[in-house]
């Protein structure tokens, strides 16, 4: 026989109606726009289920997983910017300084009457990011959508020699480099492919410039392979330092040579691609190692006779921001010491720490009679490398960059450019969705948009601010405070 208890609750009801009204309380208080915000403690970011095209969070509601704590929030306001200052590969002997740099005012950038003709096919800007697509498809489609809904119209992806007829001249294997194309393309993305070998495998053509006929032949395979599914080349990378150059000095008459064949050797298969120069890497440095970006461009205009008609479409440049903001005169960061990390170079060279450098690169190209061809951006950014003995850090943390103020930085560099930089500029790549190996350890780990990892996302500030002005228009209010 089954004993049913009856329980009396009549006693009990005030109590519950009180804890309740409690609760109620905590939850409304909670809520309210004065209550104190607490910094999210740091989770990974789910995958996205379906399509990654669901807008973007403003940088409040970024993906926990490497927010920093300091980012500026409606009731956290950035704080005063700290600036510092130093340089890169190759590195100064001085030791780096992590002291405030007082803001400056900017002067208008000078007007080089730039007159664009037939050569404009980049819109001005453009907008891209460079990628790591090659070994993971399922990383690769997740990244690409992200290039896509990030309102990118380009992204940049490097196609190693060797990876592709790595065993021997004429065996070719195209299986990722297809696979690649044919997601870009289906996205109706347009592909800036960086053409190059890695120079750190040994390979059996050689090293340049002696391998140029090699090289030439290679790039004629791809064209030929991709025509009218690739839109532009890169050709080869920072040949103005030894490390790129087969461990010899740079040579840029030895690179215009390069230049001239691997044009032709594309154009006889895609006469409509877009062929770009190397991007020359930032340096002070005139040795056997290295050589400024400016001298090595204008040796390469001495070795065409001043005519790049037949070697190039469109000159590359990269535009590392270091420690200051993008809209900063070059003369400033070349006269203040915090913000050259106290580099010992003549004044002119040590323009090269400033974004707006690339005015002095299409300066050059004027003087050169080349003021109707365009300027690709291949690289540009700003890392927030905070490791105290990273050669990187005092124009990363050590400056005051974290990844909100990152994030304020390539916003306000693409809207300066659109401003400031038009007919002649064309595409803007930025660096970097991550190569999902990268850790804290590598350097380029800190420049990225998207922090590394597969299958977790790892949203970043940089990404959703990026996003937002590209496809909103939106750049966040407190972004014109940093300097």
């Known amino acids: 026989m089954m004993i049913r208890r009856t329980v009396d609750l009549r006693g009990f009801w005030p109590w519950l109606l009180i804890v309740l009204v409690l609760v109620t309380g905590l939850v409304i208080a909670s809520c309210s726009p004065g209550a104190a915000v607490a910094t999210p403690t740091p989770t990974k970011t789910p995958r996205p289920a379906g399509s990654l095209a669901t807008a973007t969070p403003p940088p409040t509601e970024i993906a926990r997983a490497e927010t920093p704590t300091n980012a500026p929030t409606a009731t956290n306001p950035p704080a005063a910017a700290k600036s510092a200052a130093t340089t890169d590969a190759p590195k100064p002997t001085a030791a780096p300084t992590a002291d405030a740099v007082a803001a400056t005012k900017t002067p208008q950038p000078r007007q080089t009457t730039p007159v664009v003709g037939s050569n404009t096919k980049m819109g001005s800007p453009d907008y891209g ?4 697509l090659w070994w993971r ?3 690769a489609d997740r990244d690409l959508n992200l290039v896509k809904d990030g309102g990118f119209g380009w992204v940049k992806q490097y196609f190693a020699w060797q990876d592709i007829e790595g065993a021997k001249k004429g065996s070719f294997d195209w299986e990722r480099a297809d696979r ?7 996205r109706g993305l347009k592909l800036l492919v960086r053409i190059g070998m890695d120079p750190d495998r040994s390979f059996w053509a050689g090293d340049p410039p002696d391998n140029t006929g090699h090289f030439a032949d290679f790039a004629a395979q791809v064209a030929n392979r991709y025509k009218g599914r690739i839109q532009a080349y890169q050709i080869w990378n ?4 030894a490390r790129e150059w087969g461990k010899k000095r740079p040579d840029p008459a030895a690179y215009a040579r390069m230049l001239r064949t691997t044009y032709n050797s594309i154009k006889s298969k895609d006469p409509n691609a877009i062929v770009v120069t190397a991007g020359m890497a930032p340096t002070t440095e005139d040795s056997d190692r290295a050589m400024p970006d400016l001298k090595f461009y204008q040796g390469i205009y001495d070795a065409m006779g001043g005519k790049s008609d037949g070697y190039f479409d469109m000159l590359g440049v990269h535009g590392a921001g270091y420690a200051s903001p993008p809209e900063i005169d070059p003369q400033v960061v070349a006269t203040t ?17 400033a974004f707006r450098h690339i005015e002095d690169v299409r300066d050059l190209m004027v003087k050169n009679g080349d003021a109707n061809k365009q300027v690709v951006i291949l690289e540009f950014g700003w890392t927030t490398d905070d490791r105290p003995n990273s050669d990187y850090y005092w124009h990363g943390a050590g400056a005051g960059i974290d990844q909100a103020k990152q994030g304020c930085y390539l916003v306000r560099a693409l809207k300066y450019a659109k401003e400031n930089w038009q ?3 064309g595409l803007m790549s930025m660096i970097y969705l991550p190569d999902v190996k990268w850790t804290k350890n590598d350097e380029q780990y800190y420049w990225s948009i998207v922090g590394p990892g597969y299958p977790d996302l790892f949203i970043r500030t940089g990404y959703a601010m990026v996003k937002n002005y590209l496809t909103k228009g939106v750049m966040e209010d407190y972004c014109s405070k940093y300097q």
């Open 180 to 186: 690649i194309v044919d997601e870009a393309n289906k």
């Open 423 to 425: 007919p002649w500029i």
């Open 337 to 353: 010491p915090k913000l050259h990390n106290n580099d010992p170079s003549p004044a002119a060279l040590k323009r090269v720490y």
């Open 238 to 241: 920072e040949p103005n330092l």
């Open 137 to 139: 498809p399922e990383v």
């Open 129 to 132: 990011i460079q990628s790591f």
